[in-house]
């Protein structure tokens, strides 16, 4: 059984605790470090492993801490050469190169998104649970059997931003940059149907926009689109 506490999920920082029982993982570091031991109760000792998949600081702003804290770090070289991370708690992957932590095993897969070598997570644990991770992508070029969990990203919806540019309350090289790096309602909505969702216990909408998101309202479309159990992760 896979448990998931959000530590918050924005622009302004996306951080993750996973268990399964077993073994905790951290997905995303975006918070300064004091921020994270204080949402992980001071237990970062708990904590087997971070998992990092882009080097935009909302995700990776306290990598460098942790991996002080004796946590090692998970990511592609890309990500640590941008970060410039170095030394022994850093562990490259790559794409499609399975590794394990404890009782769960990782397989990365490349993600569409304005980073150097971002990547997404399928995490799999002895249990049989499945859970994907994806976040700030703008397209996902794989499918997925099995899965038990799904974490995604769900920035924004595309008849908001219309309107916000419409208004002029959004410049249209914002709307741009936002559609080449990000996925939308309407990306997730095509995700869920493209995938066999039906062992799906759980659906987490992540990194909602402050501004080009409308929380109910997802929640709603997605609960319909899946008949599934979905949380919007707090910010």
């Known amino acids: 059984m896979i ?4 530590l918050g999920s924005s622009s302004a920082g ?3 605790r996973i268990t399964d029982g077993h073994t905790a993982l951290l997905l995303e570091a975006g ?3 004091k921020s994270l031991q204080r949402s992980l109760e001071f237990r970062m000792s ?3 492993g971070c998992l990092i998949t882009h080097e935009h600081s909302d995700h990776s702003k306290a990598a460098k801490d942790v991996m002080k804290a004796g946590v090692n770090i998970y990511t592609s070289q ?3 050469d941008a970060l410039k991370l170095s030394g022994y708690r850093l562990k490259v992957i790559t794409a499609h190169g399975q590794f394990a932590i404890g009782t769960w095993t990782i397989k990365p897969f490349e993600i569409e998104h304005d ?6 997570f399928v995490l799999a644990n002895q249990a049989g649970d499945k859970l994907v991770f994806l976040t ?3 397209y996902c070029r794989y499918r997925f059997v099995g899965l038990t969990h799904i974490m995604v990203e769900c920035n924004y919806s595309l008849d908001i931003i219309n309107s916000r540019v419409a208004k002029g309350d959004l410049h249209p090289a914002q709307k741009k940059r936002l559609l080449r790096s990000h996925f939308g309602l309407e990306h997730v ?3 869920l149907r493209a995938n066999d969702i039906s062992k799906v216990q759980e659906i987490w909408l992540l990194h909602l926009s402050d501004g080009n998101s409308d929380a109910a309202r997802f929640k709603q479309e997605i609960q319909e689109t899946t008949g599934k159990l979905v949380y919007v992760a707090d910010r």
């Open 31 to 33: 918070f300064p470090y």
């Open 78 to 80: 890309g990500t640590a």
């Open 46 to 48: 708990d904590i087997e």
């Open 14 to 16: 996306n951080a993750y």
């Open 115 to 120: 980073a150097e070598e971002p990547l997404g």
């Open 189 to 191: 909505k095509g995700f």
């Open 136 to 138: 700030d992508t703008y």
């Open 3 to 6: 448990d998931i506490t959000c």
